[in-house]
């Protein structure tokens, strides 16, 4: 028999779905920003913000609503090898497949790009930027300085990378977006949202502003981390739902549950 | 599963963990509680100290000031004065001074006249029946002993012989009233002063709050307010759960122009005495008929 808490639990596993994103006040701010930056005559806007923050999910987001209306194209993981890389950029401006046994010459590529000023406006979504080597990172800056290839870059916020941002990309980054932490209250509502939307109203119904307190209390807010949190707690909720039926309660979340979540996830010590 | 029983186990020990630090916690601000508590106490016996020390240095220097008057008044005065504290039967002084005779009689209740209306309101009461008595003991004995000399008229002396003991009788009592008339001016401008020394060194020695609420009720009577109210609070401090200090301290508040802080004091008492002579003191200084 398995228990109703199996798929409350797999909701809250770390995922970029499209259908997965909750419409969020500040979310949806940083969104409009990242649409209208993009009319701008700008070579590249950085995304910018800590792990979990969402700077996948509004890409990912971003990519699903434009590529229908513009020539937009998604590298949700990063790609290492710079001849994969030239070799990708070039496949999705022309619409062709290069043979394995031939490479993309990147002066080729870039002569070409220049070709192609005034008559096209192409926009490359790159993930996980941090991981690009430095020599990469200079070719893309060289590519975006075309003005026919729009880069929007995502960066998390650390010590080094804070560096690139600052020093490697200054004069062409003309617009930063920083995502943050969501506040108590939208983690209340994202949490809440993202129930409704998968259709568990009663569980909505059990999680109180006292209980998302707790968890934010750990969380600070930050979406993987309470996605991870939920994920711990309604696994612990699936056994004992499966195990000793008469613990558990549909009226609101169990004070025990939560403190144990929190410490399987080693946020207090037993 | 296994697992799951492990994290159950480390919540029950992470529970009797946390429930032995909100005990301590609770324990810990109990005692600071006692320590402050403590703390005050003491800060009150250290100031009650300094009041004491205050008084010693105020009795050394008071008895010089009692040297400068006569020493025949102040045994007149301080004998009746002591005696009088010290007894609790009127009926005995009245018993004395059947004793000692008309003269003897008359000075020792006239001496503690002007002394008692000063010391308490309630002896005055009792004294103002007493002097009826004696009065009327006086007058008693003038009766017999007209009475007498009648009798003896009639029975055994002439006419002559009984004019001359009516006019004998006539000065003496002349004499005594005169007497009288000028011991009763004497008291009245020293034995206020003879009183509030007597009083302190009384105080001094027995520490009674009482003593402390006579002083203040005479300065009190003085006009001297501030040192009424100094006197009230010494005798609240020893004893706070008397009426009469608390009542003393709010009276020479409000006669020193703070008749806010009067009612407050007041207001503070009878939450805790629910005194109704305390009630009826508020309601006469908030309608200014004291």
Wanted: hydrophobic residues 35%; contains cysteine; proline residues 2%.
């Amino acid at each position: 028999m398995t228990s109703r808490f199996e798929n409350v639990k797999n909701i809250f596993i770390d995922s970029v779905e499209r259908n997965n994103y909750v419409e969020l006040e500040s979310a949806q701010h940083n969104y409009k920003l990242l649409e209208k930056s993009l009319d701008k005559p700008l070579k590249m806007i950085l995304l910018f913000g800590k792990p979990g923050t969402g700077k996948s999910m509004l890409l990912n987001k971003l990519y699903h609503n434009l590529k229908e209306s513009r020539e937009i194209h998604y590298f949700d993981a990063p790609i290492l090898s710079e001849k994969e890389f030239l070799r990708r950029v070039y496949e999705a401006i022309t619409d062709k497949a290069v043979p394995n046994e031939l490479r993309v010459n990147f002066d080729g590529l870039l002569r070409f790009c220049q070709k192609l000023k005034g008559e096209r406006e192409i926009v490359f979504l790159l993930d996980e930027c941090q991981l690009y080597s430095e020599a990469l990172m200079e070719k893309i800056r060289l590519l975006s300085d075309t003005r026919v290839i729009k880069f929007v870059i995502t960066l998390h916020k650390t010590e080094n990378e804070d560096i690139i941002a600052k020093q490697h990309f200054k004069t062409r980054i003309w617009e930063v977006i920083e995502l943050s932490n969501a506040s108590e209250d939208d983690l209340y509502i994202y949490i809440q949202k993202k129930l409704i939307q998968k259709g568990f109203v009663e569980i909505s119904n059990m999680i109180k502003k006292k209980h998302i307190r707790f968890i934010y209390t750990y969380t600070y807010g930050n979406f993987r981390e309470s996605n991870k949190f939920l994920y711990t707690l309604f696994d612990i909720y699936e056994y004992f739902d499966e195990n000793r039926p008469h613990k558990v309660s549909t009226e609101k979340l169990s004070k025990k549950f939560l403190e144990m979540t929190a410490l399987k996830l080693g946020y207090i010590d037993g | 599963m296994d697992n799951m029983r492990e994290l159950e186990k480390r919540w029950y020990f992470y529970r009797a963990k946390e429930s032995l630090r909100s005990i301590n916690i609770v324990a810990f601000m109990g005692m600071m509680s006692l320590a402050s508590y403590y703390t005050y106490t003491q800060v009150d016996v250290i100031k009650n100290l300094f009041n004491e020390n205050i008084l010693v240095a105020e009795a050394k220097v008071e008895p010089k000031k009692v040297t400068v008057e006569p020493i025949i008044l102040a045994k007149i005065v301080e004998k009746p004065v002591e005696e009088h504290l010290k007894s609790t039967k009127v009926a005995d002084v009245v018993l004395a001074s059947k004793n000692e005779g008309l003269d003897g009689s008359t000075l020792h209740v006239v001496a503690l006249e002007p002394v008692i209306p000063i010391i308490d309101m309630e002896k005055e009461s009792r004294k103002v029946t007493s002097k009826k008595r004696v009065y009327k003991a006086t007058r008693h004995n003038q009766t017999t002993q007209r009475k007498m000399v009648k009798a003896k008229a009639s029975t055994y002396l002439t006419a002559s012989e009984l004019s001359t003991i009516k006019h004998e009788i006539k000065r003496k009592s002349r004499v005594a009233s005169r007497n009288t008339e000028n011991i009763k001016k004497i008291n009245l401008n020293g034995s206020s002063v003879n009183y509030i020394e007597t009083m302190k060194k009384k105080f001094k020695r027995s520490k009674n709050p009482r003593d402390a609420l006579l002083l203040a009720k005479a300065f009190y009577e003085k006009k001297a307010y501030s040192q009424s109210e100094k006197w009230a609070l010494t005798a609240n401090k020893i004893d706070s759960s008397n009426d009469e200090s608390w009542h003393m301290f709010a009276k020479s508040k409000l006669k020193l122009g703070q008749k806010n802080e009067a009612i407050k004091i007041l207001e503070s008492y009878y939450k805790k005495s629910h005194s109704p002579k305390t009630k009826a003191l508020i309601v006469k200084i908030k309608t200014e008929r004291l």
